[in-house]
């Protein structure tokens, strides 16, 4: 089989379909979360640290000049994306915990055994009389 014969199988699959939405909506998702973090969660904690914003802390290695830029360490907007990191993997792990406690609790209830045809119960009816 050819590959692009193999990659228009795999591509047409549903679970290829349902994974690019998530994708889309994660990536969304995403950029809600750095929002969030960074305009509602960080300025209350740089106020509380005494006005301090985290996306303007860097160190600089070396200063600018006309020619070039200057080249810094921005420590404050790593700091800023590892909350946004932190906060997506709870939202993430919340909500595939949710999904499994939903999975268990259609696990734990059994389906009810089908009931019998009516050839079924005549031929136990039978069997039964037989057996007298």
């Known amino acids: 089989m050819s590959i692009v014969k193999e ?3 795999f591509a047409m699959r549903g679970n290829v379909m349902d994974m690019a939405v998530g994708i ?3 990536g969304t998702f995403g950029k809600i979360i750095s929002s969030f973090v960074g305009d509602v969660l960080m ?11 985290f996306s303007n802390l860097a160190l600089t290695l070396k200063e600018g ?3 070039f830029t200057p080249v810094t ?3 404050g907007v ?4 590892t909350i946004d990191f932190l906060i997506i993997a709870f939202a993430i ?3 595939i915990k949710a999904m499994n406690s939903m999975k268990k609790k259609e696990e734990a209830t ?13 031929l136990g009816e039978i069997r039964d009389l037989l057996k007298k």
């Open 43 to 53: 300025p209350p904690i740089g106020l509380l640290l005494g006005g301090m914003d």
């Open 93 to 95: 792990f919340m909500v």
């Open 24 to 26: 889309i909506i994660g």
């Open 110 to 122: 059994p389906a009810p055994p089908p009931t019998p045809t009516k050839e079924e119960v005549l």
């Open 78 to 81: 790593f700091i800023n994306t």
């Open 65 to 67: 000049s006309e020619s």
């Open 73 to 75: 360490l921005n420590y």
């Open 7 to 9: 990659f228009k199988a």
